[in-house]
């Protein structure tokens, strides 16, 4: 099954696709947005090695993937990126029937609700239409506005853990943390 594109009362979430890579590069050339993520801001090159990777991603498991988030507003506006991915990477153990959740956003937007509003709605998309039973995100422990929308979507913290990187981003000593929801206390 392909991604399905999502709606939102102010979003169009559409699956991510190579037309979408000029985007991409706007979002990740803000070093203020990939504070939690990256130690600088992308280049361009970079940035289309990391889609490669996205698309690959979105290749894994029926109907999951990355989405790019656009304004329902007349004039419809880039917002950001959200992602419901197969579990990967050295901290998750890979299940079926779980995901992990993130979202990016321009700097312009945040603090009027988007992130949680679109990662609602990949939630219930995981939850009533992809039958996950679990979804899971992650982050640095101290990305408080990450964390505060984790609580927002009502997901629980579950640990606490530590990875090993090469370029360290200040606050790595405080370690990662992981939050979840699993669908029998989302219903
Ligand atoms: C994390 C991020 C996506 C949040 O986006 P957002 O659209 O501002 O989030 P929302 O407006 O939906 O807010 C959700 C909740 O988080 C709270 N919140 C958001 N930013 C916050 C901040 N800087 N400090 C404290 N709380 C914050 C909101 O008040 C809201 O809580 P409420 O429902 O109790 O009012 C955005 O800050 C971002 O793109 N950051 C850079 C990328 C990043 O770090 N992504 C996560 C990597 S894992």
Request: aromatic share 8%; with cysteine.
């Amino acid at each position: 099954m392909p991604q399905t594109p999502l709606r939102t009362d102010r979003l169009e979430l559409v699956p991510l696709s190579d037309e979408h890579i000029e985007l991409e590069v706007e979002l990740d050339a803000d070093a203020l947005v990939l504070r939690y993520l990256h130690p600088r801001a992308r280049t361009r090159d970079e940035v289309v090695a990391k889609h490669a990777e996205r698309m690959k991603c979105a290749s894994l498991v029926d109907g999951l993937g990355m989405w790019i988030g656009f304004t329902r507003a007349q004039q419809r506006e880039f917002v950001g990126l959200w992602m419901l991915q197969p579990l990967h990477g050295p901290s998750q153990t890979f299940a079926p029937d779980e995901a992990d959740l993130g979202y990016r956003l321009l700097r312009r937007w945040w603090r009027q609700g988007y992130a949680s509003e679109g990662a609602r709605e990949l939630i219930r998309h995981g939850f009533d239409d992809l039958g996950l039973t679990r979804i899971i995100a992650q982050t640095m422990a101290v990305n408080r506005p990450s964390r505060a929308t984790m609580e927002t979507l009502g997901m629980r913290f579950a640990r606490t853990f530590h990875e090993h990187y090469d370029e360290p981003l200040p606050g790595v000593e405080h370690g990662e943390v992981e939050y979840e929801l699993r669908r029998s206390d989302w219903l």
